[in-house]
């Protein structure tokens, strides 16, 4: 393969990832209905309409799930001029990632087995934190009748199966090499990576996903820090040990974020 046809085939993957990362917070509150306000509560048949999907009940979840997920398909279609001004920085960042990801994971991220699996294990670690903390929140809030940790809990639930389900669609699709074969080339489009490809990080996203909506309902700055130091830990062990490119685990944890944020605003009970 020519170094010109590879550099096209990490741009052809760049630019869909980062239409896809069109599901920006913006579009949460601009494709979606709005919510009811703060000062206007919610009609009786609204409250207890099973069939509404706002009414955040269980049985509503596997339909916002869908929903939302055809949302975020469909998004690249709905970017707009403003979006530039978050847009333009990622792309460059991942242009200047892309670049650079072979000679990091070759000669700037260790190699020591005992290293690369220490950082693995964390990783793993950080990750069931992040699918833990909602289980238990959503668990006590129904126990304690309480709102937002019952919301919070569900809600960030919904966001990672649907960060889930985006990461596996984007891995297939690009099937990206990991770091461990051919000398961490990290080429696009090889057969070699079909079990296993690379790009984007599954980790971060369902890691961002969640601590998106976890640090939107939980947002004093010292909870927020916490959340997304945590989040960054997830992501930045996967590179560590060997699992990922920098580029994967950079637009895994962007992509997650916004998905996160796009559930959060289009379900949060005002």
Do not use: C
Request: net charge positive; no cysteine; hydrophobic share 40%.
């Amino acid at each position: 393969m020519t170094k010109q046809s590879n550099l096209a085939r990490r741009t052809l993957a760049t630019i869909s990832v980062l239409a896809f990362a069109a599901t920006s917070p913006a579009y949460a509150q601009s494709t979606l209905p709005d919510a009811p306000s703060a000062q206007a509560a919610p009609s009786a048949s609204r409250s207890h309409d099973p069939q509404n999907i706002d009414d955040l009940s269980l049985k509503g979840t596997p339909k916002r799930i869908v929903l939302d997920e055809v949302k975020i398909v469909t998004s690249p279609a709905r970017l707009r001029s403003r979006d530039l001004v978050w847009l333009l920085p990622v792309a460059g960042a991942t242009a200047a990632s892309l670049a650079t990801d072979s000679y990091t994971m070759r000669n700037v991220v260790s190699r020591n087995p005992d290293f690369n699996s220490a950082a693995t294990t964390s990783s793993d670690v950080l990750r069931g934190a992040f699918i833990g903390v909602p289980v238990v929140l959503f668990g006590a809030g129904e126990l304690t009748h309480q709102a937002k940790p019952r919301e919070a809990g569900l809600l960030a639930g919904e966001a990672m199966v649907n960060a889930y389900a985006t990461s596996e669609a984007i891995k297939y699709i690009t099937l990206r090499e990991r770091p461990n074969l051919q000398n961490a080339r990290g080429h696009f489009f090889q057969g070699d990576a079909a079990s296993d490809p690379s790009f984007v990080s599954g980790h971060s996203i369902v890691a961002w996903s969640s601590a998106a909506v976890l640090a939107s309902e939980y947002s004093k700055p010292w909870q927020q820090v916490g959340i997304y130091t945590l989040a960054t830990g997830a992501s930045l062990t996967r590179v560590l040990g060997q699992n990922h490119f920098p580029t994967d685990a950079l637009l895994g944890s962007v992509s997650g974020w916004l998905i996160g944020k796009y559930v959060y605003r289009s379900h949060h009970r005002r």
